[in-house]
């Protein structure tokens, strides 16, 4: 309505001249300075578009050599062997996959939590204490994550989490072997501490843009605090599950604090003791490293499919975070 | 039989709830570990000499950070030159024109980059300055920090500038102001405190950022300004010196982080201290 009116006035100014002074001449030279200023802001958008386009094309023409070479073939080997020149990412498929399902599975219950305390138990002032601390969280660089792992988590999971698993639920693949530290738990438990603010912030929003109606609804229908909750929990449940999409795009992409923990071996094992190798992580360690065209060709591959993986995921969350805001305002106005 | 019912409810409200709690607390524990470690193992290193010395040859004790502060500081303005003034004029464009599709596949395109893992950012850097180059240079890491800043400039400033009421556009207009000037002297100047800040908030992202520097600026042990040479970096130093097998590097790393997050901190409290004067302002 606001936005129309003030489009309307823009039309009214630009087409009836002002009485008096220079009218031809003031009127060609505002539109002349506003065209120029809508054409230099238009410019600089279009170059996120450009940018976005060199983006996949700087890939795609990167690792020509491997796509041609490898084919489908690049992600269903396990091999990947530098010095034979035969270059098989599933392995770090594997890794990225499981270390941020691990993550997610550890992080859902988590942030849920999380966000119902501080959308809808939490007073005031200690929401805001709280949620400035969750951000802080998301704030800390994934390095010193890493360096925190390395130096401090590594140790303890090898000291006093994995002993234990082992030797109470030893018989199940996941827990086999021997405990070791670095591997695919310490991924999944630093990725859950990464990802816990993201996915707990936004539910967080989610919950609160839930109308107040459906809170009184509940309240009025005799429903404890917990079974209103629950409901405003299923209403929100598109951006909520949008929210855990994002922190899972989050995990697939995470480089230095995996890095830094997983132990970097290229192989596939069930057990989550043992090392494993992640997409961003084998970038990371060996893009530098990359001698031949083709190995070089290969890793850009890898850099290729993850960021093809991380743009599905992001744009799913996107679309259910859109699909919530329009439940809202629609329910808003019934 | 409903008696029971009722309590069963009652006991589940009260379990529940406390999780929650519970959960809420469980949360803040690495937090406060992260932080209870850096500082107790960086606290000991911190000294003048380390923030203005160079890092000593390996073997030799003490040594300092100086090149990586100056490098990272480097990489952030290389960053903003390119992240800026695209971020900012995307983000006026968008919040003054952005009622078209174009303006909408943009706004999609900016999320999804902001998706984008920046290693994969780093890659394409590589791909665009460092081979052709063949050198690895600051210009190539400052270029894939620029491309990180853009999606949280962009939002930013349009959001600050949609904040900016219908009523300053239209008494600009009636005065008779072209709209180009209304936009810069009158909408941008009453949104600049709040396009600053997020400005901030881009700069205390991509001061943490490593991965997009591993193949780009590479890191240098030596004193370097060069733009077109590698350069260190306060991230980049603190993993080299992380997996360096000797104890003193390790706590040197600590230290470092200790400075990088101090860094961070300092320009999220600004951030927060600025956006909430800006809302409440509006708000009320």
Redesign the interface.
């Known amino acids: 309505m606001?936005?129309s009116?003030?489009e309307r006035?823009?039309t009214l100014?630009r087409r009836v001249p002002?009485p008096g002074m220079g009218v031809e001449n003031s009127s060609r030279?505002?539109n002349l300075?506003?065209r120029?200023?809508?054409g230099?802001?238009?410019l600089?958008?279009f170059?996120?578009?450009v940018?976005?386009g060199?983006?996949v094309y700087?890939?795609i023409?990167?690792s020509t050599l491997s796509l041609r070479e490898f084919g489908l073939g690049f992600v269903t080997s396990q091999i990947w062997d530098p010095v034979q020149e035969k270059f098989g990412a599933l392995p770090f498929v594997y890794g990225t996959v499981v270390s941020s399902l691990v993550a997610l599975i550890l992080a859902i219950?988590?942030?849920?939590?999380?966000a119902?305390?501080?959308a809808e138990?939490?007073p005031r002032w200690l929401e805001r204490i709280?949620s400035?601390?969750?951000?802080?969280?998301a704030?800390?660089?994934?390095?010193?994550?890493?360096?925190?792992g390395?130096?401090?988590m590594v140790p303890w999971i090898r000291e006093t989490i994995e002993p234990p698993l082992s030797e109470h639920l030893g018989f199940l693949p996941i827990f086999e072997g021997a405990p070791y530290g670095f591997g695919m738990l310490a991924a999944g438990l630093i990725l859950t501490?990464m990802i816990?603010?993201i996915i707990?912030s936004i539910s967080r929003d989610a919950l609160k843009s839930v109308p107040r109606a459906q809170r009184e609804a509940a309240y009025a229908l005799g429903a404890?605090?917990?079974?209103t909750?629950t409901l405003v929990v299923k209403y929100a449940r598109s951006g909520i599950f949008g929210a855990t999409l994002?922190g899972l795009?989050?995990a697939?992409?995470?480089?230095?604090a995996v890095t830094?923990v997983i132990g970097n071996r290229p192989i596939i094992s069930a057990s989550l003791f043992d090392p494993g190798y992640t997409m961003?992580s084998v970038?990371?360690n060996e893009?530098?490293e990359a001698t031949t065209e083709l190995y070089l060709h290969a890793?850009?591959e890898i850099?290729l499919l993850?960021?093809t993986i991380?743009?599905i995921?992001?744009?799913l969350?996107?679309l259910l975070m859109w699909t919530m805001s329009r439940t809202i305002s629609q329910g808003g106005r019934a | 039989m409903s008696r029971w019912y009722y309590y069963k409810r009652k006991a589940v409200n009260g379990l529940m709830l406390s999780l929650s709690g519970v959960a809420a607390a469980v949360v803040l524990v690495p937090l406060l570990l992260i932080f209870f470690h850096t500082i107790s193992h960086g606290i000991a290193i911190i000294s003048v000499d380390f923030l203005t010395q160079m890092p000593k040859p390996v073997g030799e004790s003490g040594g300092g950070m100086a090149n990586a502060i100056v490098g990272t500081l480097i990489l952030i303005g290389l960053g903003s030159v390119v992240g800026v003034p695209i971020g900012v004029l995307a983000g006026v464009y968008l919040a003054e024109f952005g009622e078209n599709r174009f303006a909408h596949v943009v706004r999609f395109l900016t999320d999804v980059l902001s998706g984008v893992p920046s290693i994969v950012v780093g890659v394409v850097a590589y791909t665009i300055v460092v081979l052709p180059m063949k050198q690895f240079s600051a210009l190539a890491g400052g270029f894939a920090l620029g491309i990180l800043m853009i999606p949280t400039i962009t939002r930013t400033t349009e959001e600050m500038m949609r904040l900016v009421p219908h009523s300053f556009r239209e008494a600009g207009l009636a005065l008779g102001i072209p709209q180009w000037k209304t936009t810069l002297r009158i909408v941008l100047r009453t949104a600049l405190k709040g396009i600053a800040t997020g400005i901030v908030l881009s700069i205390a992202r991509i001061a943490g950022e490593t991965a997009p520097l591993l193949f780009t600026a590479l890191g240098n042990r030596f004193w370097s300004t060069d733009i077109l040479h590698p350069i260190a970096s306060l991230t980049v130093f603190i993993y080299d010196y992380a997996r360096a097998p000797f104890e003193e590097w390790n706590n040197q790393a600590w230290a470092a982080a200790l400075v990088l997050i101090s860094i961070i901190t300092i320009l999220s409290l600004l951030f927060r201290f600025f956006s909430r004067s800006r809302y409440e302002g509006q708000h009320s």
């Open positions: 606001i936005a009116l003030d006035i823009r100014l002002a030279h505002t300075g506003d120029a200023f809508r230099a802001t238009f600089f958008t170059m996120i578009v940018l976005s060199i983006m700087q890939m023409d990167g219950p988590l942030s849920l939590g999380v119902v305390f501080l138990l939490a709280l400035f601390m969750v951000e802080l969280l704030a800390i660089p994934s390095i010193v994550y890493g360096l925190w390395m130096f401090v501490v816990v603010p707990a404890t605090r917990w079974e909750i994002l795009g989050r697939l992409g995470e480089t230095m830094m961003a970038l990371a893009f530098t890793l850009i850099a993850l960021f991380t743009i995921v992001n744009m969350a996107r």
